[in-house]
């Protein structure tokens, strides 16, 4: 399959708002989706490259094969060859970076760099550096006249950095799907509709789930690796650094936005899930 297929999207599909820049082996796509213009419709699909996958907005519920995410602001999601993954719920409004690169490319680069052998089970945290890289990437691509060597080195690089920071790791933290799969998901879909009302809390969701509150939370976390109220919180941190983004925005606005009541309720979730403050996650991502 091309690389450009391999995106998950017929090319007719995509809009103005969206862009492809790549080669045969090598492909980064940005898609923009704004509320009532556009619309990415749920799938489920597998392709014989590796795929990176960036929220640059929060995705409510990311499928992998055997495992269930939110796509939160911040990481990157890697996806293996010949590995069922999509989209659960409509997104009506994001932005996504999907980095699709052959699979011969990055087993040659695995075995230079001495990861011969190991495939991505986890999600991991980028850096500045990857955006950089990037965006280098396809302002270079997009010149009349662009230079294949300058391109070469940079997708030589974004490539590396992948796999090193993509295989530090060897946690494999893919949830299989339960009975209660359906129910659980119906309820992940309200949270992401809803997370930014500060009033929204665990004992009101398990009570629309119709389970006791001890059932509920054990069936949430089999699910999704997390307990609700950990959930909770990482859609709305992830909706924060989002926001972050805008540099004419305080941490009591962006508190705010988020879902939070206060500005030390929001500080004391970021410290206790992100592990740092919100202005030292400012000053070191973005």
């Given amino acids: 399959m091309s690389v450009y297929l391999a995106h ?68 990157c999601y890697p996806v293996n060859p010949y590995v ?18 052959a699979k011969n490319y990055v087993e040659t680069k695995k075995n230079e760099l001495g990861f011969s052998g190991k495939y991505f089970y986890t999600r991991f945290i980028y850096s500045k550096e990857l955006i950089i890289m990037i965006r280098k990437y396809q302002e270079i691509k997009r010149r009349q ?31 299989p799907e339960k009975v209660y799969a359906k129910n659980i998901k119906k309820i992940i879909a309200y949270m992401s509709e809803n997370y ?16 006791s509150m001890a059932y509920f939370s054990r069936a949430f976390k089999a699910f999704m690796a997390d307990p609700p109220v950990v959930h909770l919180n990482k859609l709305r941190l992830s909706e924060a650094k989002a926001l972050f983004r805008n540099p004419d925005l305080t941490l009591k606005e962006i508190a705010t936005m988020s879902g939070y009541k206060n500005l030390s309720t929001f500080t004391e979730a ?10 030292e996650y400012r000053k070191k991502y973005l």
């Fill in 145 to 175: 006249y662009p230079n294949q060597e300058i391109l070469d080195t940079i997708k030589k690089g974004i490539t590396e950095y992948l796999i090193k920071e993509g295989l530090a790791s060897g946690e494999d933290n893919r949830r």
């Fill in 196 to 211: 930014r009302d500060p009033n929204l809390d665990v004992a009101t969701i398990a009570k629309m789930s119709g389970y």
């Fill in 84 to 101: 069922s993954h999509g989209l659960e719920f409509d997104l009506d409004q994001s932005h996504v970076i999907s980095i699709t690169i």
């Fill in 8 to 75: 998950g999207m017929n090319l007719v599909e995509v809009k103005k708002y969206n862009f492809i820049d790549g080669d045969d082996a090598f492909s980064i796509a940005e898609y923009f989706y704004e509320e009532g213009k556009n619309t990415m419709l749920p799938f489920s699909h597998e392709h014989d490259e590796y795929e990176f996958i960036i929220p640059l907005t929060t995705i409510p519920l990311l499928y992998y094969n055997k495992a269930n995410y939110i796509g939160e602001v911040g990481f």
């Fill in 270 to 279: 970021f410290k206790k899930i992100i592990k740092m403050t919100p202005k």
